[in-house]
């Protein structure tokens, strides 16, 4: 019976699982602007990444789960990220999740979401559904970094 090249003893669970809940737990309550803001990315790294597995024809499947997450983490970042605006509002300000630029935010958020669908559905063909994806990634961008009120 050959001995595994990595094994851990009884002793080291406790301290992994210790590391990981402190990680998910823990940070809760100190994860300011800049950490959600790098998670945001990282999400929408993954929906490019998944977009980008549209145009290779054996591993588009697995590249939807890399653009499902992605969306899930970018969803959930960014309304962290203005969990965390809000509260650094002075009182009486209007709330940020009914300014426009979070509405239409929103809206392309669900646009990138079914853009995939086009594809497979073969309704639009792939490259132009990740040109699509670009710009509106590249108006998504703009949106979140200059917050225009109209």
């Known amino acids: 019976m050959m001995k595994p090249a990595f094994s851990m003893s009884a002793k080291t669970w406790p ?3 210790a590391l990981v809940r402190s990680l998910i737990l823990g940070l809760g309550n100190h994860m300011g602007i800049p950490t959600y ?3 945001h990315l990282l999400g929408l790294i993954f929906v490019f990444i998944g977009f980008g597995g549209l145009l290779s024809s054996e591993g ?3 590249a939807m789960k ?3 997450i992605g969306l899930v983490i970018s969803l959930v970042s960014g309304f962290g990220m203005l969990a965390k605006m809000s509260k650094a ?3 009486g300000s209007p709330s940020l999740y009914t300014q426009h630029w979070v509405i239409v935010k929103i809206a392309l958020w669900l646009v990138l979401g079914f853009l995939p669908v086009l594809a497979k559905r073969r309704v639009i063909a792939a490259p132009v559904v ?4 670009a710009l509106i990634g590249v108006g ?3 949106l979140g970094y200059l917050k225009p009120a109209f």
Do not use: E, N, Y
């Open 15 to 17: 301290i992994i699982l």
């Open 37 to 39: 803001h790098i998670l």
């Open 60 to 62: 588009a499947k697995k």
């Open 66 to 68: 890399w653009h499902g």
């Open 89 to 91: 509002l002075p009182a």
């Open 130 to 133: 990740v040109l699509i994806a």
């Open 140 to 142: 998504l961008a703009c």
